[in-house]
């Protein structure tokens, strides 16, 4: 089959790659039509993720067609067009049984620090992922759900993480009505937690980012009120002169490891990989928020050290709330509110790339060239 590779950082290709084969009576083949390039592939794209070795495959957003199933899966057959969540998970374990099944502890030899995910290093399992024409999935009674007729193919690979990321964000920020919510960063996932915002009560919302064209993306499809930090002294200082100077009731860091920040947060940060990336944005939110705020944090970080101001955190009295989203969990919900016509995923979705291109969607993705906000990588025929 024609795959992604890793062959170090910035160095992406496509080659061939053996067929994934059944490895156990409960997985399925699937043959991906489509999927796309998230964020936070960004960070394996840059090396910034331990143990992400060359030869791997990317790609935790795919939908597709069951080419394969295991003598044990009851509930696909082959030729069902079907939505793979991003999480792998087994759906028994302690975690599942609770729906963390982001934290599933049967699927990755590393599970006490974190689950498993499609595509994304050894760290979450070394499970190749849906940037290729086809795919493992293990578990398949569990995780992969059949597309509904009603739904749009573009909708539903947003869902398998994205757009389920996002809304899961703002649930985490346990906002009530009237709150102020402020999200930092306007990349897909800051958008759709501060679109998701609204649905949960929120009286204002406020997003930040230094990308004037994700900023009109987010007051267009998000209705948002938005903010370029890089034309203020002080994003923080700003933040708490437009809210009384109390501060936003709810903040959600969709940013991560590679905010921009300055010269000697990056020497000490990102950039020498002596942390798991640079803490700007979740300083920026620590510091932004109201004394007894909830902090919400969906951005992505390596496990490893990051100078986060816990201390600031403690003395205000903040509630610290994260984990990677349980991608299926929110579904029933978000299923909902595309039906009644709340909400239509794919309005971000810029870019449609052919796997054969994909270098070049990286590239593009990674540099924000072209206007780029969510690049979609298009495998086979749909």
């Given at each position: 089959?024609?795959?992604?590779?890793y062959?170090?950082?910035?160095k992406?290709?496509?080659?061939e790659?053996?067929?994934?084969?059944?490895?156990?009576p409960?997985?399925?083949?699937?043959?991906?039509?489509?999927?796309?390039?998230?964020?936070?592939?960004?960070?394996?794209?840059?090396?910034?993720?331990?143990?992400?070795?060359?030869?791997?495959?990317?790609g935790?957003e795919?939908i597709g067609?069951?080419?394969?199933v295991?003598?044990?899966?009851?509930?696909?057959?082959?030729?069902?067009?079907?939505?793979?969540?991003?999480?792998?998970?087994?759906?028994?374990?302690?975690?599942?049984?609770?729906?963390?099944?982001?934290?599933c502890?049967?699927?990755?030899p590393?599970?006490?620090?974190?689950?498993a995910?499609?595509?994304?290093s050894?760290t979450?399992?070394?499970y190749?992922?849906?940037?290729?024409?086809?795919?493992?999935?293990?578990?398949?009674?569990?995780?992969?759900?059949?597309?509904?007729?009603w739904?749009?193919?573009?909708?539903?690979v947003?869902?398998?993480?994205?757009l389920?990321t996002?809304?899961?964000g703002?649930?985490l920020?346990?906002i009530?009505?009237?709150?102020?919510?402020?999200?930092?960063?306007?990349?897909?996932?800051?958008?759709?937690?501060?679109?998701?915002?609204?649905?949960m009560?929120a009286?204002?919302?406020?997003?930040?980012?230094?990308?004037d064209?994700?900023?009109e993306k987010?007051?267009?499809?998000?209705?948002?009120e938005?903010?370029?930090?890089?034309?203020y002294?002080?994003?923080?200082?700003?933040?708490?002169?437009?809210?009384?100077?109390?501060?936003?009731?709810?903040?959600?860091?969709?940013?991560?490891a590679?905010a921009?920040?300055?010269?000697?947060?990056?020497?000490?940060?990102?950039?020498?990989?002596?942390?798991?990336?640079?803490?700007?944005a979740?300083?920026?939110?620590?510091?932004s928020?109201?004394?007894?705020?909830?902090?919400?944090v969906?951005g992505?970080?390596?496990?490893?050290f990051?100078?986060?101001?816990?201390g600031?955190?403690?003395?205000?009295?903040?509630?610290?709330?994260?984990?990677?989203?349980?991608?299926?969990?929110?579904?029933?919900?978000l299923?909902?509110?595309?039906?009644?016509?709340h909400?239509?995923?794919s309005?971000?979705?810029?870019?449609?790339?052919?796997?054969?291109h994909?270098?070049?969607?990286?590239?593009?993705?990674?540099?924000?060239?072209?206007?780029?906000?969510?690049?979609?990588?298009?495998?086979?025929?749909?």
């Amino acid at each position: 089959m024609r795959a992604m590779v890793y062959r170090g950082p910035y160095k992406v290709r496509v080659e061939e790659k053996p067929k994934p084969r059944i490895e156990h009576p409960n997985d399925a083949i699937v043959r991906v039509q489509l999927g796309a390039i998230c964020g936070s592939d960004l960070h394996l794209y840059h090396g910034m993720m331990p143990d992400t070795r060359v030869g791997t495959t990317f790609g935790h957003e795919f939908i597709g067609v069951v080419d394969e199933v295991g003598p044990s899966v009851q509930s696909l057959k082959v030729g069902d067009r079907v939505m793979v969540p991003a999480n792998i998970y087994c759906g028994s374990c302690f975690y599942c049984t609770r729906g963390l099944y982001s934290n599933c502890h049967n699927v990755n030899p590393n599970a006490t620090a974190v689950g498993a995910l499609y595509g994304y290093s050894h760290t979450t399992g070394g499970y190749d992922g849906g940037q290729a024409e086809f795919v493992r999935v293990p578990f398949a009674d569990v995780g992969p759900t059949i597309i509904p007729d009603w739904l749009d193919d573009e909708d539903a690979v947003m869902l398998t993480d994205a757009l389920s990321t996002g809304y899961f964000g703002a649930q985490l920020g346990d906002i009530t009505a009237g709150d102020t919510v402020v999200v930092f960063g306007a990349g897909p996932v800051g958008l759709y937690a501060a679109k998701s915002s609204w649905f949960m009560g929120a009286g204002r919302v406020i997003v930040i980012d230094h990308l004037d064209y994700r900023l009109e993306k987010a007051r267009t499809f998000a209705h948002a009120e938005t903010y370029n930090f890089t034309e203020y002294d002080d994003i923080v200082v700003h933040l708490k002169q437009i809210t009384d100077w109390f501060g936003a009731d709810v903040a959600i860091d969709a940013v991560g490891a590679e905010a921009d920040g300055s010269f000697l947060q990056h020497v000490s940060s990102a950039k020498l990989k002596l942390q798991g990336g640079s803490p700007v944005a979740l300083n920026w939110a620590i510091d932004s928020v109201r004394k007894g705020a909830t902090v919400s944090v969906m951005g992505a970080y390596g496990p490893i050290f990051s100078a986060v101001k816990f201390g600031d955190a403690m003395n205000k009295g903040l509630t610290l709330r994260m984990n990677q989203a349980p991608m299926k969990r929110q579904w029933p919900r978000l299923f909902e509110h595309i039906q009644a016509g709340h909400l239509k995923p794919s309005d971000i979705v810029t870019h449609r790339i052919p796997l054969e291109h994909i270098a070049e969607g990286y590239h593009i993705f990674s540099s924000k060239l072209d206007d780029c906000i969510k690049p979609l990588v298009v495998v086979g025929e749909r």
